[in-house]
């Protein structure tokens, strides 16, 4: 089945520091992919997607590029804030999977100052 | 902005009791979910509903898990018979294109 792995946290950054978060997939055909965010005491906040082959999404200082040669979806960031401090999953959503969504583990990032 | 409601916050149980986890899904969205993330592990999926029945679910949703849309805003997950590894927290999500989450309810079965 489908399947998403994320390196493990935590990752602790010092402020204005670069940022990237591994994330790789396994899944059939051309699926969906997402990076969703949650900071403390909070819900999943989607960050950013990419539906096909080579489409870079890009949210909030945040960029991630779907590379179906690699199986592959890294967060990447130019420089990291304080406020960035949360926990970042990488999800897919497969072609013959329906809605659900498939979630890696989660990377937990911490900023200090 | 719009935003999924999940309530409560936190619900204790004990062993063998029912437990229903409420949501509000975003008004125009026609897909609900149910997840869960026991601590320190993935975020799972449960089940999906789409125009009023259950559209996929997984193996985690077993006999003891309901879901239902009693009105026109309201989503619940009902748990007919808790078990300590039911702890966890539930998320809601409903969609239109994109899945919105809720905040979660924590359940700790006790």
């Known amino acids: 089945g489908d399947s998403v792995t994320q390196m493990e946290g935590p990752v602790t950054l010092s402020e204005e520091a670069c940022l990237t978060i591994?994330?790789?997939?396994?899944?059939?055909?051309?699926?969906?992919l997402f990076w969703y965010v949650q900071y403390p005491g909070e819900g999943l906040q989607l960050l950013l997607k990419?539906?096909?082959?080579?489409d870079k999404g890009s949210n909030k200082g945040f960029e991630a590029t779907y590379r179906k040669e690699t199986t592959s979806f890294h967060l990447e960031k130019g420089s990291v804030q304080v406020s960035d401090s949360a926990v970042y999953f990488c999800?897919?959503?497969?072609?013959?999977?329906?809605?659900?969504?498939?979630f890696g583990g989660g990377t937990r990032l911490m900023v200090k100052p | 902005e719009p935003e999924v409601t999940q309530t409560p916050s936190h619900q204790v149980t004990q062993m063998g009791q029912e437990v229903i986890l409420r949501c509000v899904p975003i008004?125009?969205?026609?897909?609900f979910y149910w997840y869960r993330q026991i601590l320190g592990q993935k975020v799972e999926f449960l089940v999906s509903?789409?125009?009023?029945?259950?559209?996929?679910k997984s193996e985690i949703f077993d006999d003891q898990f309901s879901v239902e849309r009693p009105d026109g805003s309201n989503f619940t997950l009902k748990i007919r018979s808790t078990k300590l590894e039911d702890s966890a927290m539930y998320f809601c999500?409903?969609?239109?294109?994109?899945?919105?989450f809720g905040p979660g309810t924590r359940l700790t079965v006790t």
């Open positions: 008004s125009n969205h026609l897909y």
């Open positions: 509903f789409y125009n009023n029945e259950i559209s996929e």
């Open positions: 999500a409903s969609s239109f294109y994109e899945q919105y």
């Open positions: 591994n994330c790789t997939y396994t899944a059939t055909g051309y699926p969906s």
């Open positions: 990419a539906t096909k082959a080579d």
């Open positions: 999800a897919l959503k497969g072609n013959n999977a329906g809605n659900m969504l498939t």
